[in-house]
């Protein structure tokens, strides 16, 4: 089984910048793909950011130039690094984690996700 947690959401001024780190855990083989997503009150979760195992990256229109998502590293957690940050990014950031795992099963988990909020 796979677990994903993430952690690194709080309080943050207008443009300020903060990072939030996912971390995948358990029976791993490989992970093929990571991405960040964020849902604010009373809308849809909406996708941000996805990296893929060869590096390739996406972005939603909103966040390009000011959201960065680091490269899958079989050790180390994948980082969402946040600047410029608005009122409108305000959301609970939710990490998703794709790949195989010891069984050489496909996986696609979830973490419980963890708040942003951008205020003054």
């Known amino acids: 089984q796979v677990q994903v947690a993430e952690s690194g959401g709080g309080l943050v001024q207008p443009g300020g910048s903060l990072s939030v780190s996912c971390a995948a855990s358990?029976?791993?083989?490989?992970?093929?793909?990571v991405s960040w997503y964020r849902q604010a009150p009373g809308k849809l979760r909406e996708l941000v950011a996805s990296v893929n195992s060869g590096g390739g990256t996406y972005y939603e229109d909103s966040v390009k130039g000011r959201f960065t998502i680091s490269r899958i590293s079989a050790k180390n957690p994948v980082y969402l690094q946040m600047s410029s940050l608005k009122p409108e990014d305000t959301a609970v950031y939710y990490c998703n984690v794709r790949g195989y795992d010891s069984m050489r099963k496909i996986f696609d988990a979830w973490g419980q996700g963890t708040p942003v909020t951008i205020s003054s």
């Open positions: 358990g029976s791993i083989f490989t992970i093929n793909g």
